[in-house]
């Protein structure tokens, strides 16, 4: 009774304290965690295409060569945008130290001392011809006469200067005018047009347009490389499948094999040491099944990771061949006119063309048109007008042979492309015949191992028929068990090369996304 109140009393101080919650909490985890353990996870099946199909839409590598597509595409755009006129809408205010003035006050004082001048003349020559006249009259000599006019004429002539002179100065305002305050605001929408530049835009957008196939190609010689791979680790996920089926049916074998042997060695017909081969032989093919199935697993991991998905998935394409192929000249042309290295190739022997247009350029002048408005005219200094349109011609007479060493330099380049391009035409007209010659040798050692692989399966029948007569030993029927086994592991290693040889070939030819395609119409 003590001890049961001692219990109780535990008990409640227990879960007095705030345990009961956290054993409630960890009930539930372990609960949800072993529902987990039991609930079966489905594989998914997948076909070579759909395969390819995510590899296309998911792979990063492939995104990122699709967006530098898009790239040259907007600088196409950039291109041609260089065709049209510029037009720029500018402001600015300025503070400059003093306000600009015109000063002509100089012409002024000439104006007004050529006046004075006239005046002189004219009064001077009326005085001394009246005083002149008197003198003579009165019967003054000549000589006097003349002195005493002329003195008269300068009197005149002076006074009416000074009076003309002082006279324009009043009413003549100053000649010199402030044109430019010192804190001024300019407002100004211009245009400017090239409409010749010596092929030098012309070349330029073609240069964008064809960068855009030149990036296409290399988009699709990256995503052919990437397919090719996923195809490969495909390919090797449903050797691994297949190994792992022959594996286990190998196992089985051995498995009646061994209680056979047990049976015999009850009734006397074997010994003991036959019963221990079968079972030594059963436990290497046990070994081999866990080895296939780990080695399954990691094709499996490695195939999720290309495609950017979980690992519950099962390859179902068969590992196989078409049986309607291309013959060896077809892939080869195919490869010539599609293989997107080489289509990359052409595309940058036409661009270097266009640098040599585009460096040929500089030895013509540039022409442009050109417009401007003044928004803003309250500023204006007179010697500015409101607006101006008129067109401008530049031609670099001497730039220290920089022209003809681009020209050269373009001409190099492409000559470096056409000589890469004869080279890269050869090295894959060879790719595809080594393919094409892998194809075959795959293809006549399936012929081969089918022969073979009758006479493995007779001799397995007939050695266990002469065990089970106590004519063959358990080391015989295993030897013809794993001998079969070889072969048939044989027999998928030269269908999973041959379809490997197969798949070199669409990639040469552009083709690897498709493959899924072609084999599911065999």
């Known amino acids: 009774m003590h001890k049961t109140m001692s219990f109780v009393n535990s008990y409640f101080f227990y879960f007095s304290n705030g345990h009961f919650y956290y054993l409630i909490t960890a009930m539930i985890y372990y609960l949800i965690l072993i529902l987990l353990l039991l609930t079966p996870v489905s594989a998914n099946p997948l076909s070579l295409q759909e395969a390819l199909e995510k590899a296309k839409s998911g792979n990063f590598q492939i995104k990122a060569e699709k967006e530098k597509v898009e790239r040259a595409k907007s600088e196409k755009n950039e291109a041609r945008a260089r065709f049209m006129p510029t037009v720029s809408l500018s402001a600015s205010v300025t503070r400059i130290d003093d306000p600009i003035y015109i000063d002509l006050n100089q012409i002024r004082s000439g104006m007004i001392g050529v006046h004075g001048a006239e005046a002189y003349q004219s009064y001077y020559n009326e005085y001394y011809k009246e005083f002149y006249n008197n003198f003579t009259a009165s019967g003054m000599s000549e000589a006097e006469a003349t002195a005493r006019a002329d003195a008269a004429g300068k009197q005149a002539g002076t006074n009416a200067q000074e009076k003309t002179e002082s006279s324009l100065n009043e009413q003549l305002p100053s000649f010199e005018k402030q044109v430019q305050d010192d804190l001024f605001f300019n407002a100004r929408l211009s245009v400017v047009w090239p409409i010749f530049t010596g092929l030098k835009i012309l070349s330029a957008y073609d240069a964008a347009k064809e960068n855009i196939d030149a990036k296409k190609a290399e988009f699709d ?187 050269s330099h373009a001409k190099s380049l492409d000559r470096s492309l056409a000589s890469l391009e004869k080279q890269t035409m050869e090295n894959i007209s060879l790719l595809a015949e080594k393919k094409w010659r892998e194809l075959e040798h795959a293809q006549s050692r399936l012929e081969s191992l089918n022969k073979t692989k009758e006479l493995a399966e007779e001799s397995l029948r007939s050695q266990k028929m002469a065990y089970e007569s106590g004519l063959a030993t358990s080391l015989d029927v295993v030897d013809a068990e794993l001998a079969l086994l070889r072969l048939k592991m044989a027999d998928l290693k030269a269908h999973y090369d041959a379809v490997i040889a197969w798949l070199g070939l669409l990639e040469i030819s552009g083709e690897v996304s498709d493959a899924g395609i072609i084999l599911e119409k065999k």
């Not at 990256?222 to 397919?227: G, R």
């Not at 803003?376 to 011609?393: H, M, N």
């Open 221 to 407: 010689m990256a995503q052919n490389t990437i397919l090719m791979d996923v195809a490969t680790k495909y390919f090797t996920l449903r050797l691994t499948e297949e190994l792992i089926v022959l594996r286990e049916t190998t196992k089985k074998n051995l498995e009646e094999h061994l209680d056979r042997s047990k049976k015999l060695e009850e009734g006397g017909q074997i010994s003991k040491a036959e019963r221990l081969r079968a079972e030594v032989a059963l436990a290497e093919a046990e070994d081999a099944l866990s080895d296939a199935k780990r080695d399954e697993s990691l094709a499996r991991m490695v195939l999720a990771s290309l495609l950017q998905t979980d690992t519950n998935l099962v390859a179902v394409t068969p590992v196989d061949v078409p049986v309607q192929m291309r013959s060896k000249d077809e892939y080869k042309q195919l490869a010539l006119e599609k293989h997107p290295g080489l289509r990359q190739l052409q595309t940058e022997r036409k661009r270097s063309k266009n640098a040599i247009s585009a460096a040929r350029a500089d030895y013509f002048p540039t022409v442009a048109l050109f417009g401007y408005k003044e928004l803003y005219t309250k500023d204006l200094t007179i010697l500015e007008p409101e607006w101006a349109i008129g067109a401008k011609v530049q031609m670099d007479l001497f730039k220290g042979g920089d022209t003809r060493a681009k020209v």
